[in-house]
């Protein structure tokens, strides 16, 4: 998100984030003040490579709730990030998937994050507007939650109902998060469609009749 109306539309529809990305090389690249979505709505700051001064300092001037690390950050980072906050937002870290993951990548993350992402490797860092295969998530053995994100779209509600129901059959309703919408639901980069996005929750939190 960036744009301060379209943030007051989105916000009626009571999203539990808003991703605000502070990543020059991306198209949605936020640099001036946003205005206040609601208390309720927890506001993520997305960096990619970005130095722990610099974070800090988006941090504390748009009062982030969450800080999304989409580059190559290193568990030590993360830990150090952490540490030297004080009482810190939580800490996302995203990795990219395509048709395969070792998941013993995360290993070393999961005492220094809060939640894991994944997204679709792509020749850019998120909004690549495609899905990768979630058939991999079925090995995640990790009782870090994550989000699913990558190219979803309406299209991609039953599959995103019956991963969660994998799961829940499982006995690990608790470790698939959320889902994190972007590109697919956009009119321009950084401005969402708002009755998209409106369909999309209502067609996602239905419940199937017997």
């Not at 379209?6 to 009571?14: A, E, F, G, T, Y």
């Not at 800090?56 to 989409?70: C, R, T, W, Y």
């Not at 993360?78 to 906050?85: E, I, V």
């Not at 972007?182 to 209502?202: V, Y």
Request: with cysteine.
């Amino acid at each position: 998100m960036r744009e301060p109306e379209n943030i007051q539309q989105v916000s009626l529809l009571r999203p539990d984030y808003f991703g605000l990305i502070f990543y020059e090389g991306s198209p949605r690249f936020v640099s001036e003040d946003i205005g206040n979505p609601g208390q309720e709505i927890k506001k993520v700051g997305v960096f990619v490579n970005a130095s722990e001064e610099y974070i800090l300092e988006k941090v504390k001037k748009f009062g982030l709730s969450a800080v999304q690390l989409h580059g190559g950050e290193s568990a030590d980072f993360c830990s150090r990030l952490k540490k030297d906050a004080g009482i810190f937002p939580q800490i996302i870290k995203v990795f990219s998937i395509k048709e395969a993951f070792d998941f013993q990548l995360l290993k070393d993350f999961e005492e220094h994050v809060d939640l894991f992402l994944f997204d679709t490797k792509g020749r850019q860092h998120g909004g690549n507007g495609i899905a990768f295969n979630w058939k991999v998530l079925k090995d995640y053995s990790s009782t870090t939650p994550f989000f699913l994100s990558g190219g979803i779209g309406p299209d991609e509600v039953p599959a995103i109902k019956n991963l969660y129901k994998y799961f829940q059959n499982e006995g690990k309703q608790n470790v698939f998060y959320g889902v994190d919408v972007n590109s697919r639901f956009e009119n321009a980069p950084g401005l969402k469609n708002a009755d998209k996005l409106r369909n999309f929750k209502k067609e996602l939190f239905s419940v199937e009749q017997k």
